[in-house]
Nanobody, 122 residues
Framework: QVQLVESGGGLMQTGGSLRLSCAAS????????MSWFRQAPGKEREFVAG????????SYTDSVKGRFTVSRDNAKNTVWLQMNSLKPEDTAVYSC???????????????WGQGTQVTVSS
């Protein structure tokens, strides 16, 4: 099992940057494909970015490509989401999730953090 705790959310103006962190417990962090999802009010949870076990492969939803960067450090049991050029439409609760296989589907993930709020003002 793995437990996930996100941090780093907050209020930011359009064009600003935030860095989200997701700290994982347990000694098997490197066994998991890690992803970030977000859920805006009244909308379904959506995939934002994912990173392979080694960190050598990443995947992004089209709306964040070129603005967001996902990274991980298996020695620190941590995955990050660097968010630049933030837009009001990025406002959501951001959650990290762990899975044994790569997936963009929420149903593919068995472990979730509690989420952290990101609000981008115009």
């Amino acid at each position: 099992q793995v437990q996930l705790v996100e941090s780093g959310g907050g209020l930011m103006q359009t064009g600003g940057s935030l860095r989200l962190s997701c700290a994982a417990s347990g000694r098997t962090f490197s066994s998991y494909y890690m992803s970030w999802f977000r859920q805006a009010p009244g909308k379904e949870r959506e995939f934002v970015a994912g990173i392979s076990r080694s960190g050598g492969s990443t995947s992004y939803t089209d709306s964040v490509k070129g603005r967001f960067t996902v990274s991980r450090d298996n020695a620190k049991n941590t995955v990050w989401l660097q968010m630049n050029s933030l837009k009001p439409e990025d406002t959501a609760v951001y959650s990290c999730a762990a899975a044994f296989g790569s997936s963009r589907n929420v149903n593919g993930y068995g472990y979730w953090g509690q989420g952290t709020q990101v609000t981008v003002s115009s």
